[in-house]
């Protein structure tokens, strides 16, 4: 009888235990570092340059589910960076991909493009006004009455702003003209004495390898959490990082080529993982090993070469949407009188003019109709949504393509272009392949106590947002709806 009272009391203290492991402090620091084009084929198939430190440490640690996803299509870097910063959807965020045709200067516009807001150290003036829900970073703001430190930071200016959201302290990328790293007055009015020092130390106008232009980004965000205090009070604070997994490459025409893309390839993750290791092991230094949450994932596609199907007798061909558009509006000329019905493309995009067709007295649902059913018999089409027909979409088919849409910058007619073909505007130069195919990525996280584990289910990015909101204590953001991953 003893022994089982003994028993049942150590049983008991063992489950106290593990409760007080499950129930780790609440980080001060959380690090989002999201890897654009990250693969998780080329992370397995390039391993064996790895160091130990990198991305075999933090797979081999951390809390790793394998095969993440995004619950839209199609995906790039901004509609990424935007679902993972709302935990929702471009259908909610607004943030529909990097740009769009402006409605009403008829020009191709970046997500970010904002004519009140000039730059600091660029000639760009931009904002995170097109994001239309709060992000994790606001929430954080919210919750600490403006004291929590948010910056993002990256490469490209979207990655940055978006990444750091509305409320933010700032928002640092490097200007394409100068070099410099620059910000928006949206965020402040001048720019910090420590950002004006970096600059003076690393813009030397001197070519950069990939290596060379990784590091000074990463040194940028280490300087960034120490000018700021970030991580050393009790009140948490997020800093989001992009970094790019991308090979920008030609297609390759002969072995020689293709050789050189692998080579590429396998330097660009060998670059990656030392930096993880110098940044994960930098910041754990400064902040405290406890104190530090990582969260590293990917954007869920990639800009691969385009593959000559031509040779191999392979269905392919170039959709010109440009042309199409043009196509169609003679078609709608030639039924109502000759006007100006389409007003632009973009991306997959085609918009119709509503003022005009209003003006006209057409009823603008069979306009719709008519140029959904005249663009169906266009080669290279496999099919054609309607901005009404999305909004009420509720079939598995069109529900990726739904989450992708939003009313206010999207267009009216989406196009589904054949895979293996390729979207051409003749007009921007924009060029898009086309490919049903995913890019296996996953999500890890990292220290604070996180126990090693490896989660096979497939998971939304959509959940990160309110995990982190968990560990932090604080309200996911206003449009999310997802449970957190733990």
């Known amino acids: ?39 998780s084929e080329y992370m397995e198939q390039f391993s064996q340059y790895f160091g ?15 095969n993440a996803q995004y619950s839209f299509s199609p995906v790039d870097r901004s509609s990424a960076i935007a679902s993972l910063m709302t935990g929702t959807t471009p259908y909610f965020n607004g943030i529909i991909g990097n740009g769009w045709l402006n409605k009403q200067t008829l020009r191709p516009a970046s997500c970010v493009d904002d004519t009140g807001y000039p730059g600091i150290f660029t000639t760009e003036y931009c904002s995170p006004r097109h994001i239309l829900t709060s992000t994790i970073t606001d929430e954080l703001k919210v919750a600490t009455q403006g004291k929590g430190i948010v910056y993002g930071i990256a490469k490209q200016q979207d990655a940055a702003i978006l990444s750091a959201g509305h409320a933010a302290d700032g928002a640092l990328w490097k200007d394409n003209y100068t070099g410099s790293w620059c910000t928006s007055t949206y965020y402040m009015k001048s720019a910090p004495s420590w950002l004006s020092i970096f600059n003076q130390h690393y813009v030397t106008g001197k070519k950069k390898t990939e290596f060379e232009m990784l590091t000074e980004l990463t040194n ?36 020689k080529q293709k050789t050189d893309w692998t080579t590429t390839a396998t330097q660009t993750y060998i670059n990656l993982d030392r930096q993880l290791a110098d ?23 990639s800009e691969l070469p385009v593959e000559e ?25 030639a039924l109502y009188g000759s006007d100006n019905y389409v007003r632009g493309c973009c991306r997959n995009y085609i918009y119709l003019n509503v003022e005009l067709i209003e003006k006209k007295r057409l009823k603008f649902s069979d306009i719709l109709q008519i140029s959904q059913s005249f663009l169906l018999q266009c080669e290279g089409i496999v099919n054609v949504h309607t901005s009404e027909s999305l909004l009420t979409a509720s079939n598995p088919r069109t529900e990726p393509l739904r989450n992708a849409f939003n009313s206010t910058v999207g267009g009216h007619l989406l196009i589904e272009v054949a895979p293996g073909w390729r979207l051409l505007n003749e007009n921007t130069n924009e060029v898009m392949p086309v490919h049903a195919r995913t890019t296996p990525f996953p999500v890890i996280v990292y220290g604070c106590g996180i126990r090693p584990q490896r989660v096979t289910t497939p998971v939304d990015v959509d959940r990160i947002a309110p995990t982190i909101s968990k560990a932090i204590k604080i309200r996911a953001p206003n449009a999310c709806s997802e449970a957190p991953l733990f």
């Not at 440490?57 to 394998?66: K, M, P, S, W």
């Not at 009790?234 to 997994?245: E, F, G, K, V, Y």
């Not at 994960?280 to 869920?300: C, E, M, P």
């Open 220 to 255: 940028l965000a280490v300087m960034c959490i120490e000018q700021t205090g970030m991580g050393h009070d009790n009140l948490a604070d997020i800093l989001n990082i992009t970094l790019d997994a991308g090979v920008k490459m030609e297609t390759p025409k002969d072995k």
């Open 279 to 301: 940044l994960v092991a930098t910041i754990q230094s400064k902040v405290g090993k406890d104190n530090v949450l990582f969260f590293i994932t990917g954007t869920g596609y």
């Open 1 to 39: 009888m003893n022994n089982r009272r003994f028993t049942t009391a150590l049983m008991a203290i063992i489950a106290a235990a593990v409760q007080a492991q499950i129930a780790q402090q609440s980080p001060r620091l959380v690090v989002n570092i999201c890897i654009d084009q990250l693969s």
């Open 309 to 333: 199907y031509s040779q191999y007798r392979i269905p392919t061909g170039t959709f010109y949407i440009n042309r199409t558009a043009n196509l169609l509006n003679m078609y709608l000329g």
């Open 52 to 66: 130990t430190s990198g991305f075999k440490e933090l797979t081999a640690n951390g809390l790793v589910y394998e």
